[in-house]
């Protein structure tokens, strides 16, 4: 594959599904309900036809499996799009993410057996019980939860993690979260301090925001901030993902305004539901209007929505997407002039090391 610019290519965030059984008040999809692409789902075909199998072999040691707007538990393809990735490269790591309500024993035992060691997943879960949980995850099903953590944990090599965001309403429920991880054979917690809060983003959420949690924990920058508490003795083997992270970092152009992440790998290269390749998923996000306190622009006036078209795998073949000379607008801006997405997520005075490397921050 001859691709003219220096992308990272070894970390790539897809978004399987735009589906969700959920109504979460802070996810786009409750946000933004006129979203184009909403339920949807990624097909396999298409999967195959942008990532053929010299390309997972050449370049990819990693696919986080979440997306903006869906969960791709819900893409009808996923176990067939997975099991893809694994015969072809079995040491490739599949990080699924995940709220995990109401898929059927078979469906996760079948999930379980194609899943090995170089794998993880994440259940989204804030709660610990149904009444709890639905408090943000609404509509979600506690017991199929509780269920497919169970059977992942006993049946699969993977790596699986109870993954919690600090709200209002679960800020003091740490331990009783922490015992049901345990139980449910959960290899650690991820705890997430949130940004999508009133302190935050005061135009947004008004002046009384009743999931906002304590200031500690909230996060103290304009990314979300977590913390892994491991509950075994297993670890997961990152070695090479974080050495290349790390060489990317030292060895990245910082002369710029910006220090960009989806040069580093920290960040996967997005591929949302229709094929649309950007840089990362800060940039696909369905945001009505974004500031960075000098500039606005608006989400349907934005480079990465006004070029979607000529961003399309599947219409288009990775390789052209990737070598588009339209992104070398998108370079030029991060010496002087940057891309409000951009300042506000990869600006080179927050991207320091910690920032642009971590294992789990992505």
């Known amino acids: 594959m001859n691709i003219l610019y220096d992308w990272q290519l ?18 786009p999809r409750t946000e933004y309900p006129d979203i184009p692409w909403l339920n949807k789902e990624l097909k ?7 990532f053929t199998p010299s390309f997972i072999k050449k370049h990819v040691k990693r696919f986080t499996m979440c997306g903006d707007v869906g969960d791709p538990i819900y893409c009808k393809d996923y176990i067939d799009i997975v099991h893809y990735i694994k015969t072809v490269k079995p040491d490739c790591h599949v990080f699924t993410i995940t709220n995990g309500s109401y898929k059927s ?4 035992k079948h999930f379980a057996y194609i899943s090995n060691q170089f794998d993880t997943i994440n259940f989204s879960v804030d709660g610990f019980n149904q009444v709890t949980n639905n408090k943000y995850r609404v509509n979600s099903d506690f017991d199929s939860i509780m269920n497919g953590m169970n059977i992942m944990g006993q049946e699969s090599a993977a790596f699986v993690y109870w993954a919690a965001i600090f709200f209002r309403f679960n800020q003091d429920d740490q331990k009783s ?5 345990k139980e449910h054979n959960c290899d650690g917690i991820q705890w997430t301090k949130s940004t999508k809060f009133k ?24 990314r979300y901030e977590r913390h ?8 997961i083997d990152n070695i090479d993902y974080m050495y290349t992270n790390t060489t990317k970092f030292d060895t990245i152009n910082k002369d710029g305004l910006i220090t960009p992440l989806c040069m580093i790998g920290n960040r996967g290269m997005f591929l949302n539901v229709e094929g649309v390749v950007h ?15 000098v500039k606005k622009i608006k989400y349907k006036d934005s480079f990465f929505n006004v070029n979607r078209h ?5 219409n288009n073949g990775l390789e052209l997407v990737l070598s588009n000379p339209l992104w070398q607008k998108l370079f030029d801006s991060w010496k002087s002039d940057p891309f409000v997405e951009c300042n506000l997520k990869c600006n080179s005075k927050l991207v320091d090391y910690d920032y642009a490397v971590g294992y789990e921050t992505n």
């Open 228 to 235: 892994m508490e491991l509950l075994t003795n297993r670890m």
């Open 44 to 50: 396999y075909k298409d999967f195959v036809r942008a």
């Open 310 to 314: 000529h961003f399309n795998a599947f």
């Open 105 to 108: 024993t078979d469906w996760w």
């Open 10 to 27: 070894y970390h790539w965030a897809i978004e399987p599904s735009s589906k969700c059984t959920l109504k979460c008040p802070r996810c």
């Open 199 to 222: 302190s935050k983003y005061t135009y947004q959420y008004g002046h009384i925001d009743m999931l906002e949690p304590r200031p500690e924990f909230v996060s103290s920058s304009d």
């Open 279 to 293: 840089p990362c998923g800060w940039v696909s996000y369905p945001y009505d209007v974004m500031s960075d306190g």
């Open 177 to 181: 979260i922490r015992y049901l991880a």
